[in-house]
């Protein structure tokens, strides 16, 4: 059996079940891809049966607003994922009549769609001849043909593209694509893979030259940033202030407290003397009945250090773009996890629950 014949027999007695595998409707098989770009399946799926009842067709998701599809989001991270789906819903309906285009390069061009994304829509809806290549494959073939260049930079996914049409199946794209994608999921993991059961161990480069650990090769990850966020928490009777996080930055879209971001830590009082706990103070009296320190929530990239601040007193200012709500509303806005978990950890306190 060549490569194809044997991935796909693989796939057959080992695949998961999973629902966006049972259609050919390119709606749920795009939101199930969106979804599962940088989060895995197991926390997905709860994600994936939610949003298809919620917004059953590409109609009821582009008539939604931005708040709602961002509150049901909640929880999964990287927002702009949930954004751009939005958009591109929107997109559908004034371009397509509502229809999925059923097309590669009009899937691609769509708001969010990436190579990868559209090959497995393209393939699994409609059977096109397109190889994905996601995280998964890239491993595969990686280790499979023995490429030791940095798959993250041109030369090593042009080669690794190579590679994998030299083994594609033109004639079962849909099978294939999820064949391979599975068994880097299953079979092929990153760490500690079983090779001596693996169905390609006679035929792998790296399994032979002993270089499994070592493959994929990537380029070195940029320096991780720190940010220092001191959030206000207000208690002015049953009220509170939140604002909406705006454009260019983390979190785009979702509501906080208000937040005073210093370059480094400060102390309490250091906060006290700051331009804009003075200007939101005013002339009332403010006091601090309790800190919550040493919160570490990591990005991507960043690691921030968090401090939130509860704190009594009179709203008399607010701050630009920030509205003023009662507590018990709070969890009706789209909030980061970040704020989600304190939430969480103090609602006896907060009484936001």
């Not at 940033?225 to 983390?250: E, W």
């Not at 804009?276 to 990239?301: F, M, N, P, V």
Request: hydrophobic share 40%; charged share 25%; proline share 5%.
């Amino acid at each position: 059996m060549n490569f194809s014949e044997k991935i796909i027999g693989w796939y057959l007695k080992n695949k998961r079940e999973l629902p966006w595998r049972e259609t050919k409707d390119p709606y749920a098989i795009w939101l199930s891809e969106i979804i599962l770009q940088q989060t895995r399946v197991t926390q997905g799926l709860d994600y994936f049966h939610r949003f298809l009842e919620a917004f059953p067709t590409i109609f009821h998701l582009a008539e939604a607003t931005e708040d709602e599809v961002l509150k049901l989001w909640q929880g999964l991270g990287y927002y702009s994922r949930a954004r751009n789906m939005h958009a591109a819903a929107r997109e559908i309906v004034t371009t397509y009549g509502g229809v999925f285009p059923d097309n590669y390069s009009a899937i691609r061009s769509l708001k969010g769609v990436g190579d990868y994304t559209a090959a497995a829509i393209a393939s699994f809806a409609f059977g096109l001849p397109y190889p994905v290549m996601d995280g998964n494959v890239i491993r595969v073939i990686s280790r499979y043909f023995g490429i030791a260049e940095p798959c993250d930079k041109a030369e090593g996914k042009a080669q690794i593209q190579k590679a994998l049409y030299s083994v594609f199946d033109t004639k079962h794209p849909s099978e294939f694509n999820q064949a391979i994608m599975e068994f880097g999921a299953l079979q092929c993991i990153p760490a500690n893979p079983t090779c001596k059961n693996c169905i390609l161990k006679d035929s792998c480069v790296a399994i032979e030259k002993g270089m499994v650990k070592e493959l994929p090769v990537k380029s070195s990850k940029p320096a991780v940033k720190s940010r220092f966020f001191n959030y206000l928490v207000i208690h002015d009777g049953d009220d509170t202030i939140i604002k909406q996080r705006g454009p260019g930055d983390i979190w785009q879209g979702l509501y906080e407290f208000p937040l005073i971001e210093t370059s480094v830590a400060i102390s309490p009082g250091e906060l006290m003397k700051h331009p804009d706990w003075k200007y939101l103070k005013g002339k009332h009296s403010w006091k601090i009945i309790k800190i919550h320190s040493g919160i570490r929530h990591k990005l991507s990239h960043r690691i921030l250090h968090v401090t939130f601040y509860e704190i009594a007193g009179k709203i008399n200012r607010l701050p630009l773009g920030a509205m003023k709500i009662k507590k018990e509303n709070l969890m009706d806005f789209a909030v980061p996890v970040l704020i989600e978990k304190y939430l969480k950890t103090n609602k006896s306190l907060l009484c936001f629950y």
